[in-house]
């Protein structure tokens, strides 16, 4: 079984079990871009049921739309919002016409279930119309914008989530490390000891910074331009409309919207898109950074740092018994890198908007939608498959420091600056350690003294060496 529906196109057959219709089945057909269908994204079309309903709500209460027929568009917006839908939000994340298409497969959707709900037919749009109801007093230049912003906000709460965890796997290990003495390192050298529980401690603030960032870029999502129509003037708006579905969107959603002041602007402007974009670039280098890290602590194991063991996830080669790799870090910097290179694409789609509108909102969407998935699954993944699960090797580490020369800094308040390099270069030549030129040799300390000068309170805590 199949209807039959027109636009100024023409006609097309469209099988009954389909809720969507001609509009969309053209978007469909004409961008086969990423294969990644609007139905990827259950928080965007969710936010589209939202931005749809608070329309139909608006247009209800000012009587610009039927009361019988706006109810049941609602309706239909209840069944997007509850993901009962979500199978029939086919088109491609990107997209020309500025995310049109995803607009009519809103449009077309609610209108078809809207119709069911009356009694009637799909497609019978005399009565519940996708354009001439659905999209009463809209444009896809206002609802596709806001239904973007309030998907990002949605969807940035579960990564808010991700980064919190991780933050908290990280000052957990800080604690466990906390008395585990390590050198640290300046330019890949030794510099002076720390503890590694200090080092996961470091990581565990830097992350929660990020997390602080993205509260901070997200607020700016709030001000929206429902209501702005095709550039900004409200035209075909019903008068007090805009104010008006803002409000209720902001009361369905429990997001404080913001209605933007000057419309025009915000129709055209993606700066906020920009904003969150640089944020998670910023994330992404640092926990590119952080990886990086690990990655060194854990090297070898016989033959590198050796400062901690990672979880041992999966053989580390075809050819070589025995290896084991550092992958979760390797494929959280490798996912890091791809939001990076993202972040230039929302940048460069950012400038490419020309007078009234940005007709390339759908490639932000696609860039920032993905950035945050990605980063959520990795993030987590650190946290389960890596951070959860590192051990220390605590005499391995207490050894390193000890025997390395850049601990004679510890004894410069003692011995003043010359006398300490001229100990350090000694033992650079000659392979000694520390304590055998400065106890043993020079005598320049008994053991005693050595003892309390490189216990590990006094090691790690600088202010204490007098």
Known sequence: MSRTEHDFLGQREIADDIYYGVQTIRGKENFHITGIPMSQEPYFVKALGYVKKAAAMANR?????????????????????????????????????????????????????????????????????????????????????????????????????ALRQLQEAFFAKGREFDRVLKMGRTHLQDAVPMSLGAEFRGWGTTIGEEVDR???????????????????????????????????????????????????????????????????????????????????????????????????????????????????????NQTSFLVIGLDTTVTL????GQLQLNVMEPVISFALFFSIRTMERAVNSLRENCVVGITANEEHTRNMVLNSLGIVTVLKPLLGYKQCAEIAREGYKSGKSLHQIVVVERKLLTQEKWDEMFSFERLINPDLIG
Request: aromatic letters at 4%; glycine letters at 10%.
């Open 214 to 332: 993205i509260s901070e870029a997200r607020a700016l999502l709030r001000e929206i331009n429902l209501g702005a129509t095709a550039i900004g003037t409200s035209v075909t708006a019903a008068v007090g409309y805009p104010k008006l579905a803002v409000r209720h969107l902001g009361a369905l959603t429990g997001v404080d919207f913001v209605l933007a002041g000057d419309l025009v602007e915000a129709t055209s402007d993606t700066g906020a898109y920009v904003q969150l974009s640089g944020v998670l670039k910023r994330t992404a280098s640092k926990l590119t950074k952080i990886c990086n890290d690990i990655r060194l602590l854990a090297s070898g194991p016989r033959a590198g740092l050796n400062e901690i063991n990672l979880p041992q996830l999966q053989p580390g080669s075809s050819i070589m018994p025995g290896k084991v790799n550092p992958v979760i870090p390797e494929v959280v």
């Open 349 to 352: 789609a950012a400038s490419a």
């Open 61 to 161: 209460d000012l009587g610009a739309i039927d009361a019988k027929v706006a109810d049941a568009i609602i309706v239909g917006c209840d069944r997007v919002i509850a993901g009962d839908m979500m199978d029939q939000f086919v088109t491609d994340f990107i997209q020309g016409g500025a995310g049109t298409s995803t607009n009519m497969n809103a449009n077309e959707v609610i209108a078809n279930l809207a119709l069911e709900s009356l009694g009637f037919t799909k497609g019978d749009y005399q009565h519940v119309s996708p354009n001439d109801h659905v999209n009463y007093g809209q444009s896809t230049n206002d609802t596709y914008p806001t239904a973007f912003r309030l998907a990002l906000i949605l969807r940035l709460e579960s990564y808010m989530t």
